[in-house]
Structure formats: C-alpha cells, structure tokens
C-alpha cells in the first residue's frame, strides 16, 4: 500500500513537471482597444451601402466611429496602411456547435447534447468552452461571431449569439438566449404507412399543444402574483418564446417538414426561423406570406431526394433570393458530422452560391449582415456602419475565394491573435524541410 502511494506521488509529481515545461499554446485574447486605429486605402465592403474602392475605416473604444473615402486619424491614431487588401464585417456562422464540441469521437470532449427530448431550459452559451482549439481555426477563416446552439432529440435548449474572443464565455456573450432551438424533424415520423405517420405526428402535436398551454397559465400565474408557484426551469425557459421576444429556431428541410413547422409557429403565434431549409424554394409562398426567414444549412450537400438535381443544395441561395424569401448561408450545425470543425469553411459555402446564380455582394450579405438581421443583432453588427461594434476583417483579398488570407481581425476593437493549431503545425513541418 505504501508503495503504491509513492508511485502515485510520483506520477503527480512528473506530470506537474512536465506541465511546467511544456509552451502554452493557447492563444491570448485581445486588450480592450486602448486608442483610435484607422484603417486606410482598403476596398471597404459595408454590406449595407456600396463598396468604397479605397476607403478607410476609424475605430475607438470597440467601436466603429467614421466610414468613408477620406477619414481624418485624430491625434494619437494608429494607422494601418492596408492598399490592396480587403475590409470585410466580421462573418456571423449562423447556426454550430463550436464551443460545445471539440472531437466528435472523444465523448468526454463534447457537450452540446442533453439526455431527453424536452430541454429548453439548456442554456448553450455556459457551457462554451473559450479555449477550445476550434475557436481559433474558424477566426482564422474570418468567422468572428457564431450562434452557438445545442443539439437533441426535439425542444434542444436556448441558443446565443457569441463573439469568438474572450478570456471566459461571459465575455464573448452578444445575445443571450437568443432563440430556443428545436428539431422539428422529430415531429414528422417517418412511416411507410401514410395514415400512421399522421397518427404519430398528430399524437406529436397534441402533446405539444398541452405544454404550450401549461406554459402559457404558469406564465400567467407568475405574472399575476396571487399564486405561489415553485419555478419550474423548462416552462420559464418557453416563456419569451410564447410573447415572441424571443424566435424559434426550427431544424427542418423535407417540404412537409417546412410546412409542418410554419403553421405550428402561425397557429401558436410564434416566430419563426428555419434551420436547414433544403426544400424552401418549394414553400416560398408560405415562407414570404408570415416572413419567416431560412438559415440554410451549407451548399455542400447532397441531393435530398433521388428526383432532384445535382446542383439542388447549389443553387438553393439563388433560388430563395428570386423568391424574396429573407435568407442566411450557415454551415452544418448541431447534429451534422463535421458541425463545429467546420465552421472554418463559412465563406466557401457562400462562395459556392456565387457559382451557382448568387452576385457576390449577395453572398457577402447572407454571412455578415442577413445573419445577424435573423439573429437579432444587427443593431450592432453585420456592417461596416459607424456606430456599430468594431468587429471586422483585414484580407488579402476576396473572402469568398480559398487562397485569401485574413491578415488581421478585430472584435469589439480588439486585435486577435490569428494563429491556430493548424499555422502551429504548418510553421512546424516547415522547419523540419527547411532542415533537411
């Protein structure tokens, strides 16, 4: 016994050690700006008003002060000559689990799933992990803002809008919660038998009704006073969904599915947002009647269906912007494989859209300022707007093109470290060719 308990003090002793030795290799969050910086001689794209060619942007105190072609430095300004390159809003992944999953395969690293299927009192943004080595990966493609929501089986659990810098996850907290998160794929069962499917699905919608119901008269019962109610953590967490302060965020793509959802959220009286969205374009009529807006889940997919074209998930941007249907470009989100590993590859989805009928400035819009319009936010971001958070993107050139580089990125005014576990592994394997 006793020496058993020497070899475990040794092994405490030999790991705290090599602790010690070890480089960190966390990225450090930036310093609150510390004075006014301007950006001169760039193409300026603001997302809500014309491109200027060669323009210049000031910023001070996390915030965006002057926009335009000439725009005087006061005194003390740091002036970043940036010819040539590119000024971008930072990008806004609309719908992941970064932060609340790090390796699909290690369980112990992954966290954005309850156990049942009625979870709306998850709260998403306290459960983000600052120092995950995702975070870092996606700034570095220039994403700097993501709704961050949390996966299930139905009634997923409230979502936030986080910024990507932060020592801790109150400080990269926009909006929280920003909408309560449901797969609403769970209420259309798939069944070979026509009549059994809406058996379950109405079976489904019943049992749903009887919560929203409860909600409602604790809501009431709460707001009264004359009753002493013991706080039930689920029904609260449904309460700004059922007086529409806050929208739901409904993962659907089969038509059905779409239609399924939207006359729920009409007949509750709800708002409304789509997930996934692949048969939208079929349901534009609907979508544009209750303006109730699409994020859709990435363009590299497969066809849905066996009768569709090649190109379905292509063209689907193009198809909604014809349409007049409010539209964001997200990437895969909770519950797909790749979901937060990926949020790295934003840009080359919308990207993928201008190849398929989306102009660029449209492409640009559907992952900086439509986002965060969806999302509520775009009071403070989105644009390149005076006013609005200084959270934005230097790049070499166009965002939307894989051989671009983001050469500086700001959130809130302050500059963020860029590297990442993938320019680790690059300068890594650079010195040992450089070696040989």
């Keep these: 016994m006793k020496n058993d308990i020497q070899c475990c003090i040794r092994v405490m002793v030999l790991v705290f050690v090599c602790a010690r030795l070890l480089p960190a290799n966390d990225q450090i969050p930036g310093a609150p700006q510390s004075g006014p910086i301007l950006i ?9 008003k014309p491109t200027i060619e060669r323009g210049s ?19 003390g300004t740091v002036v970043i000559d940036a010819v040539g390159k ?9 719908m992941t689990d970064l932060g609340l999953r790090e390796i699909l395969a290690v369980d112990v690293s992954v966290d954005s799933t309850e156990g049942g299927d009625r979870n709306p009192n998850v709260r998403s ?64 069962p798939r069944d070979k038998d026509a009549k059994e499917e809406a058996k379950k699905r109405d079976e489904k919608l019943k049992t749903l009704d009887d919560w929203l119901a409860e909600a409602r008269r604790y809501g009431d019962a709460r707001a009264d006073g004359t009753i002493s109610l013991a706080t039930d953590l689920r ?50 009529d609907l979508l544009k009647r209750y303006d109730v807006p699409v994020i859709v889940g990435g363009t590299y997919r497969l066809p849905l269906h066996r009768h569709d074209d090649y190109d379905a998930a292509y063209t689907l941007p193009t198809r909604l912007k014809k349409a007049g249907v409010r539209f964001a470009i997200g990437g895969e989100g909770p519950g797909y494989p790749g979901g937060s590993s990926n949020a790295r590859n934003l840009p ?49 050139g166009d965002i939307l093109e894989t051989e671009t580089h983001v050469t500086a990125a700001y959130v809130q005014g302050r500059a963020v470290d860029l590297t990442s576990r993938h320019t680790m592994l690059f300068e890594k394997y650079k010195k040992k060719y450089e070696q040989n």
């Design 348 to 396: 080359y989805h919308a990207g993928n859209a201008v190849a398929y009928g989306l102009s660029r400035d449209e492409a640009i819009e559907s992952i900086t300022l439509s986002a965060a319009d969806i999302l509520g936010v775009a009071d403070r971001l989105g644009s390149i707007t005076a006013g609005k958070d200084a959270t934005l993107i230097v790049c070499d």
């Design 125 to 188: 943004w306290v459960a983000v992990n600052p120092d995950s080595e995702l975070i870092p990966v996606a700034r570095a493609g220039g994403v700097l803002v993501a709704h961050v929501s949390p996966g299930g089986n139905f009634f997923r659990g409230q979502t936030a809008v986080m910024s990507l810098d932060g020592w801790t996850a109150a400080d990269m907290n926009v909006l929280a919660p920003a909408g309560l998160s449901v797969n609403w794929e769970a209420v259309q």
């Design 40 to 48: 001169r001689g760039a193409s300026v794209h603001r997302v809500d």
């Design 235 to 284: 029904l609260e967490a449904l309460l700004p969904v059922l007086r529409r302060e806050r929208p739901i965020f409904a993962e659907a793509n089969q038509q059905s599915t779409i239609e399924s959802a939207v006359a729920y959220a009409v007949g509750q009286q709800l708002s409304l947002v789509i997930y996934g969205g692949y048969d939208a374009a079929d349901c534009a």
């Design 86 to 94: 590119h000024v971008y809003p930072g990008l806004i992944e609309s």
């Design 57 to 75: 942007v000031l910023f001070d105190g996390g915030k965006i002060v002057a926009v335009g072609e000439q725009v005087d430095a006061p005194e």
